[in-house]
């Protein structure tokens, strides 16, 4: 490894304040179908026969036991190698533990005893020589049960509720500044109001699969996951074996959305079942399977009261939550994140209680707490603006804060509002009607909201290595996933830049435990910790280079000065004097040149506050006859640092646009109570918007330099998207109709009783 000594060196700007917009790298791959997913097993490293298939059988009751499992006519099957149940299943560690540090590494043991938990719990696992023989067999198995009564109906359970001691990220469940309750008391304006929102899933394209192989005590599973040391860890402790015998392999994922930060059955199934065969095995999730067998977004209940002077400001602000989380398990979504963060208030009061139901485990999608606590806030603040009279650009532009109204701490970057006023001269929003349900174009009433946009930043731990080699190509290595967001490409220009190489010079290497371990993908965490370690280590990278250079009496930099030193177009130089990166490397080592980079969490500047901010526009037609919402078009204008590639980012923001209109208007899990199953569990009954549900949406980026949150000024922006989004359409369709809807999502059933009759001219 290379002793890189970079003082001396100025590293180069890392693509300034806007990145070049080029194409993925892995793009190719991915529409030629050469790019390799879980449970195509033709992967380059997997070397083995053809494996087994394995299908899950899952409970049918939500809470109970299993008296008996008849396994005899699936066992004969035509093509069944074996059935595993509670009965014959490996002994495993015990679930847990429930405070363990990181959730994602918990033992998660399956078939373990003969108790149900919830509803689609494994309770059988057939493996077959084909899919079809699996899942034939597996519809022979037999399972009786001793169903215990359940509770499963949030809205009624409020009572049950619970605070914890903490909750996602870490945080207290409940927070106090000043006297809320006195304040609200006090104000001239107040608005007391209760929203909630739907269970949703994530219902990524890729379904969640694994394929398990054994060589002697070694295992590796090929799986989707975002965060392969965390599921390395949590593999481990469930089978009870050494980490260091467990290789987690993930090198490309079709969607994860926080679905695929815990892992499931399907990896530690798959692992048994192959250990017990000697022979490989794959199972793959059925789309029905997943809305069961893996997470979801909890479904909550929400109390706001704002008090605020005539003019709009801020007075006081309480926000209390309520939320489903697994009977055994301890989940807490920071629904009020954005409560404590956004505006200022000398009185503000968060509380999160959770609900113990018997139903799966919820976890973290897309922008946990934020995206539907961002939908009650902001739909609560144009309450308020429409009692106060002032304009929701207003009343948001009179309090906003440089900092953090609940700790006080000063944000390294806020361009809140740069981003509602650039926003709202994009948007045209000087022509919203003033008055609700008066803009009409035919039987389509017309309506213009916004929202804030709010997102925390998080920087986590991570490491990588890079090594350049004598033909002048670098390869960087490190265990971060890509869940389709363009990681791979943001990676691979922060080394080409670093390096001042072309970007066709770097191959970049993720998604495997044997390389140094990162945070993995989520939190919107992944661009500025990965790439600050991979940066770092092409820092180090190049101080190596340039010292061995000015040692080195046949380079023709041997002794300048370090100060004079530039990596440009392939080259290292000062002046008019400089060679080849290649020829550097290969006379330092025939292997090439190594070297390692790092960043921690606990690099985040003290005493600072950060986070990426934006602001939402749509207009949105109702149809004052059926009810039908219609997003006609938004915009949206976002700060988040330095970007590294304007289309990756743009495409990531779009999306987060688009499903805060499926959160708005389409999107929502049901539960049917008297079993205690979600009833829409496929992808024909779980409505998200097609391409015909979906106007125009424009995404725009304002400069910004923030250069104390990491080494690159990158924040986050990939969840940043849904924050707001789906509250500036339900604020448009109040404008559009008069009628302010405060349970999601805003359906034709629950407007069309409040429509205005409309009246044909």
Known sequence: ?????????????LIGPFGPGIDRVDGRLKVTGHATYAYEYGADEYHGPAPLVGFIVPATIARGRIVSIDAKAAEAAPGVRLVLTHANAPAQAPWGPLDAQDRFARAKPELGSDMIRHYGEPVAFVVADSFEQARAAAMAIRVEYAPDAIDVDLLPSLGNGQLL?????????????????????????????????PYQNHAQMEPHASLAKWDGPKLTIWCSSQMVDSHQAGVAATLQMSKTNVRIVSRYIGGGFGGKLPYFSDQILAALAAKRLGHPVKVALTRQQMFHLTSHRTQTFQHLRIGAGHDGTLQSVSHDAWIQTARYDNFVENVAQPTRGLYASPNISTLHKVVKLDLPPSDSMRAPGDAVGSLSLECALDELADATGVDPVALRLRNDTMVDPTTHEPFTSRKLAQCLTAGAAKFGWDKRPAKPGTQRDGEWLIGYGMASAYRGNMLRNASAEVTLAPDGHLT????????????????????????????????VLMGDTNFPPTAGSGGSFGAETSGSAVFRACENLRGALAKAAIADVRSPLHGVDADGIVFENGRIASGSQGEPLGALAGRMSPDGVFAKGQVSKSEKP????????????????????????????????????????????????????????????????????????????????????IQADVGSVEVSFLPETDDLVNPIGVKGGGELGICGSGAAIGNAVFNATGVRIRSFPITPDKLIPHLPALKFV
């Open 606 to 689: 003290k005493g600072k506050a950060q986070a990426s901010f934006g602001a939402h526009f749509a207009e949105v037609g109702v149809n004052a006859i059926t009810g039908e919402v219609r997003m006609r078009r938004m915009v949206g204008v976002f700060a988040v640092g330095r970007v590294l590639n304007v289309k990756t980012l743009t495409s990531q923001l779009m999306g987060g646009m688009i499903w805060g209109l499926s959160s708005a208007l389409t999107e929502e899990n049901v539960v049917d109570t008297r079993i205690g199953k979600f009833a829409n569990q496929d992808l024909a009954n779980y409505h998200v918007p």
């Open 476 to 507: 960087v290595r490190l265990a971060m996933t890509d869940i389709g967001t363009g990681t791979y490409t943001i990676l691979t220009q922060i080394a080409a830049e670093s390096m001042g190489l072309p970007v066709g010079q770097v191959t």
């Open 165 to 197: 001691a903490k909750m996602d990220g870490g945080e207290k469940p409940q927070s106090s500044v000043g006297d809320a309750t006195a304040a609200f008391a006090k104000a001239p304006v107040r608005i007391d109001v209760h929203y909630d929102t």
């Open 1 to 13: 490894m290379a002793d890189g000594d970079p003082k001396g060196l100025h590293a180069p700007s």
